[in-house]
């Protein structure tokens, strides 16, 4: 699934206002490290460390990543608060612990992995205390806990969203139906199941506790795994809710569209939810609708292809293909975006799709991608090309630059083999090129004949490997080598 530039943006900007906040880096740790409970590991400490612990959190991390300076607070608080759960929390600065990281499969920093005795999964919650610590108190939870009637008031107030099944036995198909949602969704919700009798309850029954909107959602569809995920996952977010990087994951995880409303003030907030809220109504479990703060993140509407600084405003976005869908009407009412929103899940609205000019000359090694070129050289089924979306701030893209521009020029030979690149933040994907983008830059490979995709995942960005990578995957024969004195010349850079 692609993750949207949107998201990208907003995690940006919120890392730089925890930052200003806070004052606190990883630069400083040598000097608070007596006083955190944040345990640091090396290349000879990690493997033990981690095979030892029945559950922890380790965070991947580099000194300088301003992400990491970000998160660097709030996982101080989540690793002291998580003590009386036993739960350690670590960290490996991979700047100094290459191998580890390595052997990991570090490519982005931070990267947060949970361990349980050595074996290591994603992290998937957010880069806030309280989510560290919830996700890891339901962690350390079993998938789906047995619940007694007389405990399950309290049960229900174990997190936000509380999610109940009401069972005669524990052996019936649809017990079983529950019992694999549960273990498939563990990392996002909690679960527990009682074969007591509850007064008003008639089972099977699942009931969806949540602290916000109507309190309550009883599951009405038929009792299969599909039709549960779809029913929590639906009814788990608010109906209307304030959307920015802590939460935007959970809203993606939905796999529904999201409605976002531009808003600069209280004012128009308290406007436009009596403006949403038929709305909303009458599309959930269809759309998520979100207001989203134009003071903080007013920058970032242009990743939906609405003008900045026009307030309020209004798009639809798809993120699994990151797809825009911006209103153009002069005014937000009701009327006009209940229209708007019913030809959308019509399928009467085109996506905007957002493209740079041409270029005039496009002769140099490496091709320049845009928009409206894309599928005119892209996807031309005579050449593998191999694509880099960059973004113009991020420093990863300009210390490939140079790179990759030697690379075009060693393949120049190879007439069938392409090297190009595309502006993320200024260029739309067309609207049937399903790619996941998580970060720039990315690079993928087109193969010739078939335009299958292949992504180069290696961390390693340097001209050997990423020409490796094109003899292993192109279709046509790649013949160029790296010139002797490029290695030499990466040998020396390792060095410095």
Not at 63 to 80: D, Q, R, T, V
Request: aromatic content about 10%; proline content about 5%.
């Amino acid at each position: 699934m692609r993750a949207t530039s949107v998201f990208l943006a907003l995690a940006a900007a919120l890392a730089s206002s925890v930052i200003a906040h806070e004052g606190h880096d990883h630069d400083n740790d040598a000097a608070s490290e007596a006083k955190s409970d944040v345990v640091v590991l090396t290349d000879t400490t990690f493997q033990s460390w981690v095979q030892a612990e029945d559950l922890a959190l380790v965070e991947f991390y580099a000194p300088w990543c301003g992400h990491c300076k970000a998160l660097a607070p709030e996982y101080e608080i989540a690793a002291s608060t998580l003590l009386a759960d036993k739960i350690k929390l670590a960290k490996v600065d991979c700047t100094a612990e290459k191998t580890t990281c390595a052997d990991i499969g570090v490519s982005g920093y931070p990267t947060l992995k949970v361990f349980r005795k050595g074996i290591s999964s994603d992290f998937k919650g957010e880069r806030k205390a309280m989510s560290i610590i919830t996700t890891m108190r339901k962690q350390a939870l079993p998938a789906l806990s047995l619940v007694s009637a007389a405990d399950i008031t309290e049960f229900k107030a174990k997190d936000k969203v509380v999610v109940v099944g009401y069972f005669s036995d524990n052996i019936s198909k649809k017990f079983k139906a529950f019992d694999a949602v549960a273990n498939a969704l563990r990392d996002d919700y909690v679960f527990g199941y009682t074969t007591d009798k509850v007064e008003g309850i008639k089972p099977p029954s699942v009931v969806l506790y949540k602290q916000f909107d109507e309190g309550e959602n009883k599951f009405a569809g038929k009792f299969t795994e599909d039709e549960l995920v779809i029913f929590i996952k639906t009814n788990s977010v608010p109906l209307i809710d304030e959307i920015g990087p802590e939460n935007y994951q959970k809203y993606v995880q939905t796999g529904l569209p999201i409605a976002f409303t531009f808003v600069a003030n209280d004012d128009q907030r308290k406007e436009l939810t009596e403006v949403l809220t038929p709305i909303a109504k009458s599309a959930k479990g269809k759309i998520s609708t979100v207001f989203i703060d134009a003071n903080k993140f007013g920058s970032h509407a242009k990743n939906l292809n609405l003008k900045e600084g026009e307030w309020p405003a209004f798009a639809i976005n798809e993120p699994a293909k990151n797809l825009k869908f911006p209103f153009k009407g002069k005014k937000l009412t009701t009327k006009a975006l209940q229209k708007f929103v019913d030809d959308y899940l019509a399928g009467d609205v085109e996506p905007d799709l957002k493209s740079e000019p041409i270029p005039a000359s496009n002769d140099a090694p490496v091709k320049v991608v845009v928009g409206k070129n894309f599928e005119e050289i892209v996807l031309d089924k005579k050449k593998d090309v191999f694509l880099e979306v960059y973004a113009p701030w991020c420093g990863h893209c300009k210390k490939l630059a140079p790179v990759w521009e030697e690379l075009a020029e060693i393949v120049a030979a190879d007439k069938n083999i392409v090297i190009a690149k595309m502006d993320g933040t200024e260029n739309d994907f067309p609207k049937d090129v399903n790619v996941a983008v998580q970060g720039f830059p990315t690079l993928k490979l087109w193969k010739a004949k078939t335009n299958e995709i292949v992504d180069y995942d290696g961390g390693d960005r340097s001209l050997e490997p990423l020409l490796a990578f094109l003899k292993k995957n192109a279709s046509n024969k790649v013949t160029a080598s790296v010139p002797k004195s490029a290695d030499d010349d990466d040998d020396e850079h390792d060095e410095l």
